[in-house]
C-alpha cells in the first residue's frame, strides 16, 4: 500500500556524531550535503561546526551519513542567530549572547570551498541608529533569506519592537547594508511541526539533503533521516 504524505525515519547510520548535545542550525548546502552549527559546552568555548554528507558505503551497500568537523570560531554562548547559504558561503547573522544577555550584530562567514570561518563584521549596540548606514543594527529576532544576487535579514531591533527590514549584496564593494522598510512584523519564528503518519513529530531543524531526503536535528542532537512523501505523488494516498 502507498504511503501517507509525511516524512519517514530511514534506518541510516552516521559516522562520528558522538558527544553531540546542543543544535543551533542546520542549512543544506548541496546536493546530499547539509551544514549543522551547534554546540553549549563552556569547557569548549567555542562552537562546533560540521559538514553532514550522504554517501553510498560500498561495504554495508547503503547509505550512510559522514561528518567533517571543522572548526568554529563562534563563541559557546552565542545562540539564536539565522543561518543562511548564498552561493559557496554560508552566513551566520546576529543572535544573543547568553553570557551577558545582549543581542548581537556579529555576522560569520563560512567559505565552503576553503572551509574557514571569518567575521566580517562586529559592531555590539542596540539602537536603532547604524554607523552611515553601513551595518546591520543588533535584532532580538530575526530571519535571514535570499532572492537572487541579494541576502536579506528581517526582525526587530529595539526594546519597542518595530520591524525592519536590511538587504546586503556580498560582492557590491564593501560591507554595506541598506534598510529597506520599517514597520511592525508579526513574531519571528522557525520552529517546523512535522505530522508523521504513525502520529505526530516535533522536528526543531530540518532541511533537504536531496529530492525525496531530508535530514533534522533535534535540540538534544539526535539526528534522523528521512525519507520524503509529497502529497499528490504516485508513492502517496490521501486520507479519508
Known amino acids: 500500500m502507498p504511503r501517507l504524505p509525511g516524512l519517514y525515519v530511514t534506518d541510516c547510520e552516521v559516522r562520528g556524531w558522538e558527544g553531540i548535545e546542543y543544535t543551533d542550525a542546520l542549512v543544506q548546502i548541496g546536493e546530499n550535503q547539509a551544514l549543522w552549527i ?5 569547557s569548549q568555548r567555542e562552537k562546533q561546526s560540521m559538514i553532514l554528507t550522504r554517501v553510498y558505503d560500498p561495504v554495508s551497500d547503503a547509505m550512510v551519513i559522514e561528518t567533517e568537523h571543522i572548526e568554529c570560531p563562534m563563541s559557546y554562548s552565542t545562540n539564536s542567530f539565522s543561518v543562511v547559504r548564498m552561493g559557496d558561503k554560508v552566513y551566520v547573522l546576529g543572535g544573543t549572547d547568553m553570557r551577558i544577555a545582549e543581542c548581537i550584530n556579529r555576522v560569520w562567514v563560512l567559505d565552503l570551498g576553503s572551509r574557514e570561518w571569518e567575521c566580517i563584521g562586529d559592531r555590539r549596540t542596540k539602537q536603532r541608529e547604524i554607523d552611515n548606514g553601513t551595518w546591520i543594527p543588533a535584532m532580538i529576532e530575526q530571519l535571514a533569506f535570499v532572492c537572487g544576487d541579494t541576502l536579506y535579514v528581517a526582525g526587530f531591533d529595539s526594546d519597542t519592537y518595530p520591524g525592519s527590514l536590511f538587504s546586503y549584496v556580498p560582492d557590491n564593494g564593501g560591507d554595506q547594508w541598506h534598510e529597506i522598510s520599517n514597520s511592525h512584523w508579526d513574531d519571528i519564528g522557525e520552529w517546523v511541526s512535522i505530522a508523521l503518519s504513525e502520529g505526530s513529530l516535533e522536528v526543531e531543524y530540518v532541511c533537504m539533503l536531496a529530492e525525496g531526503v531530508a535530514i533534522s536535528v533535534d535540540q538534544g542532537g539526535t539526528l534522523m533521516v528521512m525519507d520524503v512523501v ?8 490521501t486520507r479519508d
Open 38 to 42: 551547534g554546540g553549549f559546552l563552556e
Open 230 to 237: 509529497l502529497p499528490g505523488g504516485d508513492d502517496s494516498v
